[in-house]
């Protein structure tokens, strides 16, 4: 089990290493106009050129990684 235990914080850490050098070298500067009500948000969210189809596919990935980790999880 202590073997198990050494590779997960192994590559935990090397995950760790590989976000930190990720998000150091962004440039995290101004992204530009800032979206104010709702109106304005869901036209850009779903509007022909917009965000709608990544979010419906993101939607159902989550959902499926939902429903696989609790079908996992449940005892026989």
Request: hydrophobic share 50%; net charge negative.
């Amino acid at each position: 089990m202590e073997r198990y235990q050494l590779s997960a914080a192994i590559l935990s850490f090397l995950l760790l290493v590989v976000l930190t050098v990720a998000f150091s070298s962004q440039t995290w500067g101004y992204v530009g106009e800032t979206i104010a009500g709702t109106a304005s948000l869901s036209f850009q969210m779903f509007n022909p050129g917009g965000y709608g189809l990544t979010f419906l596919l993101l939607a159902v990935l989550l959902t499926s990684s939902m429903i696989g980790g609790v079908y996992l999880a449940k005892e026989e």
